[in-house]
C-alpha cells in the first residue's frame, strides 16, 4: 500500500502544480500563443534552449512544430539549438559551457525571431547568456521557468513572456511546462490551420 500511497500523491501534487499555473497564467499562454503566431506568419523561426530535462522538453516542443502536433500539416522553422552536439561541444571546448547558446543565437537569430527559453530554476549561466543575445538581436524571448524564475526573470523585458510554474519540485515543474508547451503547440496548430 505504501508504493501506491506514493504514486497517488505524485499525481495530486502534479494536478495541484497544474491547476496553479493554468489559473495564474492562461492570459500569458494565450498571449504568448498571439506572440508566436505573429512570428511565424511574419516568416520568423522559433530557437528553443534549454539543458538536460529542459533541452529535452525544448526538443520534443521544437520537433512537434517541425512536424506535427495532432494533425498533419505544413512544418513550421523551429530549431532546438541543443540538439546539434557538434556545436555544442566545439563552442563549450573552445569558449566555455555559458556560451553554447548565445554564441549560436548570434549566429542564427534574426530580428523578429523568437527565443523559446526552458529551465526549471532560471539559474543557468547558458540561458542567461542565450536571452542576452537573443535582446542583442532583436529578437522576443518567452521562457518558461520555475520557483522564482531565477536570473532569467530579470533579464526578460516587459513586453516579454514568462510562465513561471509556482514549485520548487524541479520534476513538477517539468511536467507542467510539458503540458504549457503542449498548449502552445495547441494554440499556434488552432490559430494557422483551425481547428
Known amino acids: 500500500m505504501e508504493l501506491q500511497d506514493r504514486i497517488i500523491h505524485q499525481f495530486h501534487h502534479s494536478m495541484e502544480i497544474n491547476a496553479q499555473t ?108 542565450a536571452i542576452q543575445a537573443a535582446h542583442d538581436r532583436e529578437m522576443v524571448v518567452i521562457a518558461l521557468t520555475g520557483g522564482d524564475g531565477g536570473n532569467m526573470t530579470a533579464l526578460l523585458r516587459p513586453d516579454e513572456i514568462e510562465i513561471c510554474i509556482p514549485s520548487e519540485d524541479e520534476t513538477l515543474v517539468h511536467h507542467a511546462q510539458l503540458l504549457a508547451l503542449h498548449c502552445l503547440c495547441d494554440l499556434i496548430d488552432y490559430q494557422l490551420f483551425g481547428a
Not at 528553443?48 to 522553422?77: D, I, K, T, W, Y
Open 22 to 129: 493554468i489559473e495564474q497564467y492562461t492570459p500569458m499562454l494565450a498571449a504568448a500563443g498571439e506572440l508566436l503566431l505573429h512570428c511565424l506568419v511574419s516568416e520568423h523561426k522559433l530557437l528553443c534552449v534549454g539543458n538536460g530535462a529542459s533541452g529535452a522538453l525544448a526538443q520534443h516542443f521544437s520537433s512537434l512544430l517541425m512536424n506535427r502536433f495532432r494533425h498533419e500539416r505544413p512544418g513550421l522553422p523551429a530549431i532546438a539549438l541543443n540538439a546539434d552536439s557538434a556545436s555544442m561541444s566545439a563552442i563549450a571546448e573552445d569558449s566555455g559551457f555559458a556560451e553554447i547558446y548565445s554564441k549560436q543565437i548570434r549566429a542564427l537569430g534574426m530580428p523578429g525571431d523568437i527565443l523559446i527559453a526552458v529551465s526549471a530554476t532560471g539559474r543557468s549561466a547558458s540561458l542567461v547568456q
